[in-house]
């Protein structure tokens, strides 16, 4: 995102879960970070208390699907309907797809009066999914490549959590110490 300011725009995945996402939001509070977390709604109506705690705390919520679909793999019909399907419980215009999959004709509906949502991808990828990379070069996907404006993308998940349990504190620390602040991201709606 565009920006004069030092600030960074830290975005959460998949969630809410019962412990993870609780970890990820002391984590912030402790900065005085804030962030977006993109919900999947079957997630929220697993743990609507957690989902309040995240708006409770001024934190941004998002849509990530209802059920999260990939939107190469899921037929449009059904991949736009279990979006709405989860905006009954996510009041957010704001969408990010799962695995960063969407269609160009999806996405153009997103736009349309049923939906009115902004899609937001990302400048950072983390890696905290892989189960393949360390925690150490999760965060040096962090740390290395971030600069002003850039929307990082973590996950508050069970898969993640190993990487993320070690990352996050960490890079909320190097933002804190240069400067930098962990803001949400606001869009406002368009009429």
Same mark, same amino acid.
């Given at each position: 995102?565009?920006?004069?300011?030092?600030?960074?725009?830290?975005?959460?995945?998949?969630?809410?879960? =019962?412990? *993870?996402?609780?970890?990820?939001?002391? $984590?912030?509070?402790? +900065?005085?970070?804030?962030?977006?977390?993109?919900?999947? !709604?079957?997630?929220?109506?697993?743990?609507?208390?957690?989902?309040?705690?995240?708006?409770?705390?001024? +934190?941004?919520?998002?849509?990530?699907?209802?059920?999260?679909?990939?939107?190469?793999?899921?037929?449009?019909?059904?991949? &736009?309907?279990?979006?709405?399907?989860?905006?009954?419980?996510?009041?957010?215009?704001?969408?990010? =797809? =799962?695995?960063?999959?969407?269609?160009?004709?999806? &996405?153009?509906?997103?736009?349309?009066?049923?939906?009115?949502?902004?899609?937001?991808?990302?400048?950072?990828?983390?890696? /905290?999914?892989?189960?393949?990379?360390?925690?150490?070069?999760?965060? /040096?996907?962090? &740390?290395?490549?971030?600069?002003?404006?850039?929307? *990082?993308?973590?996950?508050?998940? $069970?898969?993640?959590?190993?990487?993320?349990?070690?990352?996050?504190?960490?890079?909320?620390?190097?933002?804190?110490?240069? !400067?930098?602040?962990?803001?949400?991201?606001?869009?406002?709606?368009?009429?």
């Amino acid at each position: 995102m565009s920006t004069s300011q030092k600030e960074v725009f830290l975005t959460f995945d998949d969630g809410p879960h =019962p412990t *993870i996402t609780p970890f990820v939001l002391d $984590e912030l509070k402790k +900065h005085q970070a804030k962030a977006t977390f993109f919900c999947i !709604g079957k997630n929220v109506e697993l743990y609507p208390e957690i989902y309040r705690r995240i708006i409770d705390e001024g +934190h941004m919520v998002g849509n990530h699907t209802h059920n999260h679909l990939n939107g190469w793999k899921t037929a449009s019909k059904e991949y &736009l309907d279990n979006i709405g399907l989860a905006q009954k419980r996510i009041d957010s215009h704001l969408f990010r =797809p =799962p695995y960063g999959r969407i269609s160009r004709f999806q &996405l153009k509906n997103l736009q349309l009066p049923r939906f009115k949502m902004k899609t937001i991808m990302w400048s950072v990828l983390s890696g /905290d999914f892989d189960l393949k990379l360390s925690k150490e070069k999760c965060l /040096d996907h962090v &740390l290395l490549n971030y600069k002003a404006g850039d929307i *990082i993308v973590f996950h508050d998940s $069970e898969k993640a959590f190993p990487r993320l349990a070690y990352v996050l504190p960490k890079s909320l620390e190097h933002f804190h110490k240069n !400067g930098f602040s962990c803001n949400k991201i606001f869009i406002p709606t368009q009429n």
